[in-house]
């Protein structure tokens, strides 16, 4: 199993000191990856914890790609149809270029309506859209020659897209039967929410989807917080994890209050959980 770990790009926590700092700690300790989340317009009613601020997350790995070497740097996921297909794909290009393919793409369709209202996206086609960007992300990255594509909803002309890296690792979020469908189809990986007694039997189904369709295993990402003053309860945690088929375990430390509590944080798991 590989391990990852989020950090707070919202909230008093996401000054650049503090991302600077939990995210050198990340990659000193071992981890994998760190992982930002994605929200752009918090409607007031929805500030608990953030109070409305939010970084945008591909500004934000840009950022952080800078100031490290090695630590992997992705989103837990983007929310696809709140932006514009080839722009995102561009983004996404000068990321993976710039952090020397460092990125994990993780994608979702959204979920909160005021969000999609502010933005003025069609909530309804959420979906749809999400499918479409997909496909636009791996037409740009997968053809070496200019190519037109035209979509149901995106269409353009050949246009020659440069820089153009390896495309970094798509995975899937979302629990439905249409995000395990997006996996066969676009992704290297599934990010779903159900818990571990629900989701073996998941993963089975998947894992057989991929090979009708002849594509390798996918990547079984799961996101949690635990109690790391238990320690004996985080490993049995991990375990179960692991049982239930998940090969990437995202740490989710909720709302550190500051760098010095997630830098302990992370050290105890890296070194008296998973060791």
């Given amino acids: 199993m590989k391990y990852g770990i989020a950090i707070r790009n919202m909230g008093p926590q996401s000054q650049a000191s503090t991302l600077l700092s ?10 994998d990856a760190a992982f930002v989340s994605d929200h752009l317009c918090i409607p007031p009613d929805q ?10 997350v591909l500004t934000t790995l840009a950022f ?35 952090s020397g393919g ?22 309804k086609k959420r979906g749809a859209m999400t499918s479409e960007t997909l496909r636009v ?41 249409m995000a395990m469908r997006r996996v066969v189809e676009f992704g290297d990986g599934w990010h779903p929410m159900q818990r571990a007694a629900e989701l073996k039997p998941l993963v089975e189904d998947l894992r057989g989807m991929m090979r009708v369709a002849g594509r390798p295993e996918p990547e079984i990402i799961v996101r949690r917080g635990l109690r790391l003053d238990d320690i004996g309860a985080a490993r049995a945690r991990l375990d179960a994890e692991r049982e239930a088929g998940a090969t990437y375990f995202i740490l989710d430390l909720g709302r550190y209050p500051d760098e010095r509590e997630f830098a302990r944080a992370a050290e105890t798991f890296m070194s008296k959980v998973v060791s």
């Fill in 22 to 31: 939990c995210a050198k700690t990340a990659e000193r300790c071992g981890f």
């Fill in 64 to 98: 952080l790609a800078g100031a490290t070497s090695r630590i992997r740097l992705g989103i837990s996921v983007l929310v696809l149809p709140y932006r514009p297909a080839v722009l995102t794909a561009k983004q996404i290009a000068t990321i993976q270029e710039l």
């Fill in 137 to 177: 992300i791996r037409h740009l990255f997968d053809h070496s020659e200019p190519a037109a594509f035209h979509g149901k909803l995106v269409s353009f002309p050949a246009f020659v897209f440069e820089p153009r890296p390896a495309r970094p690792p798509i995975w899937i979020g979302g629990g439905s039967e």
């Fill in 102 to 123: 460092r990125m994990i793409l993780g994608a979702g369709v959204g979920w909160m309506k005021p969000e999609f209202e502010a933005l003025g996206a069609d909530m």
């Fill in 47 to 56: 500030t608990e914890g953030s109070g409305g601020r939010y970084l945008d």
